[in-house]
């Protein structure tokens, strides 16, 4: 390994050791050491490891800072791997000279408004661990192309856009596991378009990932969110979101978790998703997906969304089940919380518990909400104490809401209704365990649907 005071760097925190660090890059063996010691920069320290070979950059067991006090990131790594993670398609200087680059033991600061962290292009089993990245732009930048990336055991935090941000980026086979990853002003984890598969973020705390009451954009943008995808121009799919935190401030406009395809007719460009065993809450929605397929949200505790828990828009293929929602301290307490699909297709919610859930108002809305979805069954589930009604389906078709209890428990009921169906055709209400609405149970227009083998209890 180098040692870079031999190179000359001071590690004082007020020289630029820049032209020493990139010395020690290109004339040592490969291994560049960080001694303890701060070391300020003012450009990019570049390993490219086509010229170079086998490299890595290494902290002193976390005692060794970096402070970036120019533009850009503050590291480098560029490789040139074009094939994909198909042993096949590597060329054999891959495996000879680029393959499995590793960051670790390290802090970066950045001082400079524009600087980041880490930036990464065309590399391939690249590992980043044992790392803290705090106030630059983006703590971890990934672009262009890159293949087999883990991320572990790191500190992403007050970062002023994006703590973890794949930016229109072709990558395939990511592992986000045992990070700390929060207070970044935008975004904890963001994948902007690009060609994004097989992801896995697990174990994560990812937390206040937005600028509540400093962002000021107009309430009909989208603000902060713990872990956002936009794949409005681009292609992501093979997602995991599992045994998380995913919380923890209302922020307008904001999300725990935003997913967005492309606006498409047939196959969707975001797909193949598991959202599973996580906390989610205190944000104005819990988990906001749009233009999406195949989808499976299970076992998460979902809380204090203030606008909705669940919203999906033109969603296919989907699976809600076994989830709980709300943690409302008392009646008095702010109207939150509440799942609404609109133009959906072929999904499924069962076994959900949700209790003194609200969507809309008197007129409209409920705890569970479908509008102009069809083929949507919500069975086997635990709807109480609702504010507004149970659950409100409006112009659906071939949707089916059976054995259910939808009651309202309390003394002077605020429930309209348990169930109605608005419009459309087709739809079934079947035996479910129905009470306590204060004006009809169940509701359905002329020719939206059929109500049999209920049970009505008082």
Known sequence: MVNVFNFGAQ???VNDDWAALQHAIESGDGVLHLNKGTYRITKTIELDLTKQG?????GDSGASRIIMDGAGPAIRIIGDHDGTANPKTYENHTWEKERMPIIEGLEIYGRHPASVGIELRKTTKTVITRVLVRECQHGIHLVERNRDFILSDSHLLNNTHHGLYFDNCNLHQIIVHGNHISWNKRSGIKSLNGDVHNL????NDIEYNHN???DKSPNDEPRGAEIWFDASDGVISEVTIASNTIQATIQPGGSNIRIWGADTDGVKA???FTIS???????TRGIEIR???RIAVTGNTIYDSKDRSILFEDCGGFAIGSNTFVWRSDDEADQRDGIYLEDCYDGTITGITATRMCFGNGQQGGAVTMNNCHDVLLGQSQILDSFTRGVDL???ERCRVSDCSIIDRRKEPRSAQAVRVRGGRNNLIQNNMVGGASDELISISDGAGVAVTNHTIS
């Open 11 to 13: 590690g004082d925190g």
């Open 54 to 58: 086998f490299g890595g950059i290494r």
């Open 200 to 203: 896995q973020i697990t174990g």
């Open 212 to 214: 509540a009451g400093v």
């Open 270 to 272: 975001a797909r193949l």
């Open 277 to 283: 065993g996580n906390v989610l809450g205190s944000q």
């Open 291 to 293: 233009r999406a397929q």
């Open 394 to 396: 409006i112009d659906c």
